[in-house]
């Protein structure tokens, strides 16, 4: 099955990181117009052009998630560009690094904030532009991108955590809300995702790399592509009777995968 996407448009937000990037190319490759978002104007513009050399109809655009009057404009600024918007993939997140993280009661406020802001309150903010235009329409896909981790609780990480289990349900709330307008809105909850940038800094402990590939029944993390290959798939005209489905991307982690009984 190869699947087109030529004439629709794409907009994918943290689109300058590993896996927006990923996204972005395979959406390319797929035919479609591309809407590069990202907080980081020189990451954006970079991308932007990168996916242009692979002769695809990429432009970028200055997006704050956090901020709904940004998310507004955008959305102005890309149906002015492109003329339509079928497909969203709220993808842009953030997480605090190991320094950052704590037991509920010693996680900082300022930590607390930050993630929710960018993690849950953007999916709202960016997706309700673009539901409004995707209503009038009668047609959109919606891919909001949360994580394994919103689906069994980690230690130490409770912002982020709380703020991709609350994605997973807002995702099942929107395709209650939003198929009858032809919107089907679905869910990716990806792994641990390998990229050339945390390749080295994932393996530099042996040991702690080790104890986290035993309870993946694949043996590995995932690439970006793999999460952009869901996401292309979930875009597609061929799929046309899944919304509200959360798609796990974890090579079995959440299995309750155990190698020694």
Not at 150 to 169: D, L, S
Request: net charge negative.
């Amino acid at each position: 099955m190869n699947i087109d996407l030529t004439g629709k448009t794409a907009v994918i937000t943290g689109g300058s990181g590993a896996i927006g990037m990923a996204m972005c190319e395979y959406y390319i490759q797929s035919g479609a117009n591309v809407a590069v978002v990202d907080i980081d104007r020189t990451k954006g513009e970079e991308a932007a052009s990168q996916l242009r050399k692979l002769r695809g109809n990429a432009r970028y655009f200055f997006g704050d998630v956090s901020d709904g009057e940004s998310m507004e404009s955008m959305c102005a600024q890309v149906l002015d560009t492109f003329g339509g918007i079928e497909i969203l993939v709220n993808n842009a997140g953030v997480n605090v690094g190991p320094e950052g993280r704590a037991l509920i009661q010693d996680f900082t406020e300022e930590n607390w904030h930050k993630i929710m802001k960018v993690d849950l309150d953007g999916v709202f903010y960016c997706s309700r532009p673009v539901i409004r235009h995707m209503a009038a329409r009668k047609y959109g896909r919606i891919i909001n991108i949360a994580s394994c981790v919103g689906q069994v609780p980690m230690r130490n990480q409770c912002a982020f955590t709380a703020a991709k289990a609350a994605v997973i349900h807002l995702t099942k709330t929107m395709a209650v809300e939003l198929g009858a307008d032809g919107i089907l809105v679905n869910c990716i909850c990806p792994g641990s995702v390998i990229f050339e940038g945390t390749r080295a800094l994932f393996y530099a402990d042996q040991e702690r790399s080790e104890r986290m590939l035993a309870h993946i029944p694949l043996g590995r993390p995932a690439e970006p592509r793999e999460i952009a290959g869901t996401a292309v798939f979930l875009s597609s005209d061929e799929m046309t009777y899944m919304t509200g489905s959360i798609i796990t991307v974890d090579g079995g982690w959440t299995c309750g995968f155990a190698r020694d009984f």
